[in-house]
């Protein structure tokens, strides 16, 4: 015969204080994996990992498909950086005495970091060595 438990809100609170409760009585061996799920099915690890490894592959081929109606349909045929045209207007700066790339690119560029405009610089007038007078290509 179990022994089992009834609450009864109704009852005197020295009574319950009083009750002894083994754990002997109470079933414990109760898991998640001993339901059904919505299907039918017991539900596993397995199947967590099943789905997860499908929904992960979706979402990848999904955005391979969006770059490559992207790349086919020229969404993103816009232009970024300088205007490399032959028409395109050139800026030029006669250098200094004390002039560096890296002073130059300070006042072209107030954004914080020059490198990328030193880089820029040094491959439109064909290296980084300057000399007094030199007509520096700014924007092509």
């Known amino acids: 015969m179990q022994n089992t438990i009834t609450f009864n809100p109704i ?24 339901f059904a799920s919505a299907s039918g099915e017991a539900t596993s690890s397995g199947n967590r990992l099943r789905r997860l490894f499908t929904g992960v592959l979706l979402v990848v081929l999904g955005a391979l498909l969006w770059t490559v109606f992207a790349h086919v349909t020229g969404l993103n045929d816009q232009q970024v950086g300088a205007d ?34 030193v880089d820029r610089l040094a491959a439109l007038n064909g290296g980084s060595s300057l000399y007094i007078g030199q007509e520096l290509i700014l924007s092509n």
């Open 11 to 34: 009852l005197d609170m020295e009574k319950i204080q009083s009750t002894k409760v083994s754990l002997e009585t109470i079933p414990l061996g109760i898991r998640t994996s001993n």
């Open 84 to 117: 490399l045209s032959p028409d395109a207007p050139r800026e030029i700066y006669i250098v200094q005495s004390g002039d560096t790339l890296w002073s130059i690119s300070m006042g072209i560029d107030n954004d914080g970091d020059p490198r990328d405009t």
